[in-house]
Structures are given as structure tokens and as C-alpha cells.
T-cell receptor, first 112, second 112 residues
Framework: KQEVTQIPAALSVPEGENLVLNCSFTDSAIYNLQWFRQDPGKGLTSLLLIQSSQREQTSGRLNASLDKSSGRSTLYIAASQPGDSATYLC???????????FGAGTTVTVRA | NAGVTQTPKFQVLKTGQSMTLQCAQD?????MYWYRQDPGMGLRLIYYSASEGTTDKGEVPNGYNVSRLNKREFSLRLESAAPSQTSVYFC???????????FGPGTRLLVL
């Protein structure tokens, strides 16, 4: 059974600092990995999807890396802003049935 | 284009009562999913429907039933609610073979 862990559970940083969010998973057999953002009381919004054959994806200030050999993914957010305050979830996606296994998330607070 | 919609947004039930959570999507997606999200835990799959007319159990199906009414709608029913079913419930949809799932805003359920 796939276990997905996100450490730390919560993070508070001053505005402008770079954010580093970690995601680890136990089974690295052919999977894609996706990062989501969740605002309080809201649903999930997809941020980045890394294909199994890729090592990273970038979108604006966001960069996500994937190291299947070590079972890790890292989400980098450059020059954080108060609007980045949210919970960030990673999910590992099985390629046979596209089921997602989620981590519990990291709640980020960016202080102005 | 509303995406994925869920009703109700919030519900309070007494133990033993029944209710149905509604989900609809207007993106012509074949696959639909029901998840629950509990504090400190990632989203867990309750049931999913790969296509109209089919449903399958996910990780935590006990105490729930589902109906894929048509391609647009996928409902989740609690026949006899228990306090352990207090949670936030999310519906999602996707195109088969495409990893990205689109999530609704969630239903917050409190069972007393």
C-alpha cells in the first residue's frame, strides 16, 4: 500500500523567503506525482503534474522535482507572498487506474 | 462552465439519520470520485466511477453507497450516519487516461 508523507505539517515564513515543501512516498513503481493547493474551506486546485519519466516541472514561481529512486518530491516556491498561504498537498498517481494517494499536506503561512 | 459542484455545502446530522450528498460536473468527464478528508490525514478514496453505469470501492467504502445517475451526476449516500463519518467530503472528476482530477468545493458533514 502506498504511503505518502509530507513534512513539515506546518510552516511559517516571512514574505520574500523561498519555500521548500517535501513529499515522500514508499512505492516508486511507475507513478506520476501531482501537487495541489487547498485554501481554507475550499476544494483542491492542481498546481503541477510531474510525469513518471520527468524529473521536474516549472510554472512561474513554482518548481517541483521528482526523484523516484529515493521516493521523494520537492515543491519550491520562490519569493513567497502572503497570497501563497494555503495547504499544499502532494498525491501519487497510479498509472494503471489513475487512483491518487494523498499526503496529509503542509500548511503554509507567509507573514507580511 | 461551473466545473464540479457539490450540494449541500454544510450539513448536521444526528446519529442514525440518512442523507445523500450530490455531485455534478459539466466537463463531460467519464470518471468521477468521492473522497473524505479528515484532520491530519490526506484525502482517502471512498468510491469511484470509471464510467457511467459502473462503480467501484475505494479505500474506505464501509458505511457508504453511491449512484452514478448519469454521466454528469454521482451521489454518495450515508444510510445510517455515525459520528466517525464526520468529515469533509470532496467529489472529483477526470477524463480517463488523464491524470488531473478536478475537485468540487466540498461538503462539510457533522454527525452528532
Amino acid at each position: 500500500k502506498q504511503e505518502v508523507t509530507q513534512i513539515p505539517a506546518a510552516l511559517s515564513v516571512p514574505e520574500g523567503e523561498n519555500l521548500v515543501l517535501n513529499c515522500s512516498f514508499t512505492d516508486s513503481a511507475i507513478y506520476n506525482l501531482q501537487w495541489f493547493r487547498q485554501d481554507p474551506g475550499k476544494g483542491l486546485t492542481s498546481l503541477l503534474l510531474i510525469q513518471s519519466s520527468q524529473r521536474e516541472q516549472t510554472s512561474g514561481r513554482l518548481n517541483a522535482s521528482l526523484d523516484k529512486s529515493s521516493g521523494r518530491s520537492t515543491l519550491y516556491i520562490a519569493a513567497s507572498q502572503p497570497g501563497d498561504s494555503a495547504t499544499y498537498l502532494c498525491a501519487v498517481i497510479r498509472l494503471d487506474d489513475y487512483k491518487l494517494s494523498f499526503g496529509a499536506g503542509t500548511t503554509v503561512t507567509v507573514r507580511a | 462552465n461551473a466545473g464540479v459542484t457539490q450540494t449541500p455545502k454544510f450539513q448536521v446530522l444526528k446519529t442514525g439519520q440518512s442523507m445523500t450528498l450530490q455531485c455534478a460536473q459539466d466537463m463531460n468527464h467519464n470518471s468521477m470520485y468521492w473522497y473524505r478528508q479528515d484532520p491530519g490525514m490526506g484525502l482517502r478514496l471512498i468510491y469511484y466511477s470509471a464510467s457511467e453505469g459502473t462503480t467501484d470501492k475505494g479505500e474506505v467504502p464501509n458505511g457508504y453507497n453511491v449512484s452514478r445517475l448519469n454521466k454528469r451526476e454521482f451521489s454518495l449516500r450515508l444510510e445510517s450516519a455515525a459520528p466517525s463519518q464526520t468529515s469533509v467530503y470532496f467529489c472529483a472528476s477526470s477524463v480517463p487516461g488523464r491524470e488531473t482530477q478536478y475537485f468540487g468545493p466540498g461538503t462539510r458533514l457533522l454527525v452528532l
